[in-house]
């Protein structure tokens, strides 16, 4: 279970997989912010005899050629699955593979206050913002920050921190 994380420009064998999952391996992710290289995928699961499964949700997934990638093979399959989720194209599936956009998933890409930094918080204003799961009881986000500011949660590591208005003093 990996939960508020932060993944950014993994180059697993060299492929540019962010995450890669092999067979036999599970994974829930809550809150990811998934950054890749440009290259290669968000998530990939493999299975080879053995079901593999990734399911993620209330998180966004950016830069990557591909969403993610699925395959089986021996009776097995590789299973991946978006929830209230934000990726730059629909996942696929392969060779016996299960790929699913589910409820609250739409294909569409982030906008981050400053990517080339390293900044991956969400700047607004964006459908990330106020989209996540309504049944999210997350309190705290990775920076430590109140999870849900305006009734719903943010997709990602961090929720967007809406500032009060300042009155001018005359």
Partial sequence: ???QVL???NDLGNTGDVVSLLSGTQLE?????IIGNGEGRGVTVGASGTTSMAQVTNSVVANVADSGVTSG??????VL?????IVPIAPLAYLGGSANMGVGAVVGVPIFVDSAAGDYRLKAPQPSIDSGDVADTTTLDLAGKPRIVNGRSDL???EYQRLAPVAAVT
Avoid: D, W
């Avoid at 093979?73 to 590789?78: I, N």
């Avoid at 699955?81 to 989720?85: A, D, E, L, Q, V």
């Fill in 1 to 3: 279970i990996a939960q």
């Fill in 156 to 158: 990602g590591a961090y």
């Fill in 73 to 78: 093979s021996g009776g097995a399959a590789g």
């Fill in 29 to 33: 992710a809550t809150h990811a912010t």
């Fill in 7 to 9: 993944l950014r420009s």
């Fill in 81 to 85: 699955i978006y929830t209230h989720s």
